[in-house]
């Protein structure tokens, strides 16, 4: 059965708390996981520390899936992420994914004095010492820790499906993510199962969710364009998985047939986005498209 979770970030610390409770709701509406971003030095404070809160979100819930999306691995030390994702996997009873990139961003790089260069033999290093030290010393997770790699260029989705269990692809857009598909069939024989992230949000009224998405869509694809230094793209309604849990359901199962996902996680909370338009299209989720898209999709 495919598979359907959220991914969360920290923006304006004084939300905090109100993210983590919306994480608790969408456990209880039966989303299989959780993904928790990674940048650093944005004017936002968007989540710099993705293993505090894996913790965190542990603690807060019994189920769900905990997992990064993404730990911009080439900035850590291997050996502390691999005890610091065992802790988290032991505490959360082995529902650890650890998700991890060569991350992109200058800036990061610079600030924590990292050759950008060595971004993609850093991950590759890094992938085995974790996968070393889970194996050969202590703390030992749970269980197997799934590792998914996130990818973009040919290179990196080649790097993605050689090292990991799975392949992350974040894209905002169905298009997106179709080509991202597409590239990662030519460039490799027999992939991994694929984790598609990106936008999504829903209302009974198509002109009220995207009223209520828009702003949030476009601060995200700003945000998201400064770290890689490039311009963002305009705005078309019809480009994302925003409108009536009905056209959204149908647009997802089109979604799963040119990309074949195993799970599709969506942003909980757009920027600028209420807790109760966040929550509201949550249910709307859970409750309608969801069904609708595994019904569709015969699975």
Not at 140 to 148: A, L, S, V, Y
Not at 170 to 188: G, M, N, S, W
Not at 226 to 247: F, K
Not at 250 to 258: F, G
Request: one cysteine or more.
């Amino acid at each position: 059965m495919i598979e359907f979770g959220v991914l969360m970030d920290v923006r304006e610390g004084g939300y905090c708390g109100e993210r983590i409770g919306e994480v608790v709701i969408a456990e209880e509406l039966g989303f299989d996981g959780v993904w928790v971003s990674e940048h650093h030095l944005t004017g936002d404070g968007m989540l710099p520390a993705p293993l505090v809160m894996a913790g965190v979100l542990a603690a807060r819930t019994d189920r769900i899936r905990i997992g990064t999306n993404i730990l911009v691995l080439p900035l850590h030390h291997p050996l502390r992420v691999a005890e610091d994702a065992a802790v988290v996997d032991l505490v959360s009873g082995g529902r650890l994914a650890l998700g991890v990139g060569q991350g992109y961003s200058e800036r990061e790089f610079a600030a924590f004095g990292v050759d950008r260069r060595r971004r993609g033999a850093l991950l590759e290093e890094g992938v085995r010492a974790i996968r070393t030290a889970w194996s050969e010393a202590a703390p030992r997770p749970h269980g197997r820790i799934p590792i998914f790699v996130a990818g973009v260029t040919a290179a990196g989705l080649r790097r993605a499906a050689r090292l990991g269990d799975g392949v992350i692809i974040y894209c905002a857009t169905p298009a997106d993510l179709i080509a991202r598909r597409k590239l990662l069939d030519e460039v490799v024989d027999d992939p991994p199962p694929l984790i598609c992230t990106g936008i999504m949000h829903v209302d009974d009224d198509a002109d009220r969710a995207w009223a209520e998405a828009a702003p949030g869509i476009a601060y995200l694809e700003g945000e998201i364009a400064s770290y890689g230094g490039t311009e963002p793209p305009p705005l078309h309604r019809e480009d994302y998985l925003v409108g009536t849990p009905d056209d959204v359901a149908a647009r997802l199962i089109d979604l799963h047939a040119a990309t074949r996902f195993v799970h599709f996680a969506h942003w909980l909370r757009l920027p600028t986005l209420s807790h109760e338009a966040a929550v509201r299209s949550l249910e709307l989720i859970a409750r309608r498209v969801i069904p609708a898209v595994r019904a569709g999709v015969g699975r």
